[in-house]
């Protein structure tokens, strides 16, 4: 009984802040990114090629992404009841990984966010980029 | 001559090249310099209303809400491979002067912190806050060449790639020949 209370009260307090965008939701299937690299194009971005590299930027405390296959870029904030979205030990586990999730996207200013519930599959590194493009950035 | 010493300093003041707080391009694709005012938030909060005390104590995004009310997420500080929560954690829920570069690619604007200040007159901090706390917590000289190149000497980095390797798909393997 206290939790509904609370869970209520929590709600009334959300929607007299008039707190952000509606949420969505949705199922997103695609590839655990770096977001950083991706967006800006400075390196190759993607796979396996990319991997190191983006274990060092989720570690660092970049926002990681989730591109979808419509190239699609969603940044997570949360996952599964989780909201450390500094260098989050789940996040760091499934990097560069083609994932299918479930949760709330919210879109604001041109941006979409991602609060994730669940995971719902887990295909670990499908894209198989390194042999085309080596080991990004440094080459090692 | 106390006179002419005052009027020199004051001319060596006012036409000394002043200390650079100003971005510097890194060639971004879509690159913009900029410098603005704005709120440090944090985005869950923002977003869904969901605010623990003090932005959530450095565990999550941070971002900066302009004067139209426009929301910025600040994806990158002036360290190699870090984001910006430790430099903008200081200043959550104040308003700050935000200086960096804003990138715009596949229809999307994000912004890399290179200074930040408390508006409208703080003192100008580089956005490199991230190497002394990750010094501090390795227990190394923030100078160190280990502080300097900490991606290669995180010990959550290091584990991860001990384990699932560089590729992510396996200890030891690696690209085709």
Not at chain 2, 72 to 82: D, E, G, L, S, Y
Not at chain 2, 141 to 153: G, I, P
Request: hydrophobic letters at 45%; charged letters at 20%.
């Amino acid at each position: 009984m206290k939790s509904l209370f609370a869970t209520l009260a929590g709600a009334m307090i959300a929607l007299t802040l008039g707190a952000g965008p509606a949420a969505a939701r949705v199922t997103v299937t695609g590839e655990v990114i770096d977001s950083w690299c991706y967006l800006t194009e400075i390196m190759y971005p993607l796979g396996s090629a990319h991997h190191q590299c983006a274990i060092w930027c989720a570690a660092g405390g970049i926002p990681v992404g989730i591109l979808d296959d419509d190239g699609q870029v969603y940044i997570v904030l949360k996952i599964e009841g989780d909201s450390n979205s500094v260098a989050n030990p789940t996040v760091l586990d499934i990097q560069s990984h083609r994932v299918t999730v479930e949760g709330d996207a919210f879109e604001r200013d041109g941006i979409t966010y991602l609060t994730i519930d669940r995971v719902i599959n887990d295909e670990g590194i499908v894209n198989l980029t390194a042999d085309e493009y080596g080991i990004q950035p440094f080459g090692e | 001559m106390k006179k002419f010493l005052l009027v020199s300093f004051a001319a060596a003041l006012l036409y000394a090249p002043q200390p650079s707080h100003a971005a510097q391009s890194w060639d971004l694709i879509g690159e913009e310099i900029v410098r603005f005012d704005a709120q440090v938030v944090d985005l869950l909060c923002e977003l869904i209303g969901d605010c623990p005390e003090n932005c959530g104590g450095g565990q999550r995004q941070l971002g900066l809400v302009n004067a139209e009310g426009k929301l910025i997420p600040v994806f990158k500080n002036a360290v190699p491979f870090a984001g910006a929560v430790v430099e903008l954690l200081d200043f959550c829920g104040k308003t700050v002067t935000a200086d960096g570069l804003f990138s715009t690619n596949r229809g999307t604007t994000i912004f890399s912190l290179q200074f930040v200040r408390e508006a409208p007159s703080g003192k100008w901090r580089k956005s490199n806050r991230f190497l002394r706390k990750w010094a501090e917590t390795n227990g190394v000289e923030v100078n160190s060449n280990a502080a300097k190149t900490w991606f290669r000497n995180d010990p959550r980095i290091k584990a991860l790639i001990a384990k699932d390797g560089k590729l992510g798909l396996g200890p030891g393997v690696l690209p085709a020949e």
